[in-house]
């Protein structure tokens, strides 16, 4: 298990691709279909966490290629 201290918010809210849904009581929910990152907003970060999705855990490209030689870790790329 890996604690992330790092709650960035980073996503590139014209890039990204998000459906917003309201509920009856004027709470919102949103739905990221395509996420993208504004790396000028991530403080050379090499994991974080995307404050406006707690769920999604990002590394950087270093952390990825070291993180190849280990068992178990699989890495999506996102733009």
Do not use: P, Q, W
């Amino acid at each position: 298990m890996m604690i992330i201290l790092n709650h960035l918010s980073c996503m590139d809210d014209i890039k990204s691709v998000v459906e917003e849904k309201v509920f009856r009581d004027d709470s919102k929910s949103i739905r990221i279909k395509k996420l993208s990152i504004n790396a000028d907003k991530t403080d050379n970060k090499s994991v974080f966490l995307v404050k406006e999705k707690t769920s999604y855990s990002i590394v950087n490209e270093d952390f990825k290629n070291r993180g190849n030689k280990l068992n178990g870790l699989n890495f999506l790329k996102i733009s």
